[in-house]
Nanobody
Framework: QAQLVESGGGLVRSGESLTLSCVASEDIFKNYAMGWYRQAPGQRVQVATISVDGRMTYGNFVKGRFTISRDNAKNTIYLQMNSLKPEDTAVYYC????????WGQGTQVTVSS
């Protein structure tokens, strides 16, 4: 049974917005920080993280465009992405669990110019 399931990716135009969702198992959601990563050719980088008590961190390239949040009633974290750019095109992954060991299957985000 998958512990992290992402959804919400798609094809958008430059400047548009998109919201990603990640439903987590109750164990992961209630006990561990979670985050979003993205895979561009060559490397997987951290986009944003959120702790169990709601503290957030962001990658420098986000620059106020993205917001991570969590819904405790739904065991879900979100990534609201605004002002999307072509360079944001990537597979986005949800991550969490003990030692950050669990990954979702990924969801493709494509931003056209």
């Amino acid at each position: 049974q998958a512990q992290l399931v992402e959804s919400g990716g798609g094809l958008v135009r430059s400047g548009e917005s998109l919201t990603l969702s990640c439903v987590a198992s109750e164990d992961i959601f209630k006990n561990y920080a979670m985050g979003w990563y993205r895979q561009a050719p060559g490397q997987r980088v951290q986009v944003a993280t959120i702790s169990v008590d709601g503290r957030m961190t962001y990658g420098n390239f986000v620059k106020g465009r993205f917001t991570i949040s969590r819904d405790n009633a739904k065991n879900t974290i979100y990534l609201q992405m605004n002002s999307l750019k072509p360079e944001d095109t990537a597979v986005y992954y949800c991550r969490g669990g003990r030692n950050w060991s669990s990954w979702g299957q990924g969801t493709q985000v494509t931003v056209s110019s």
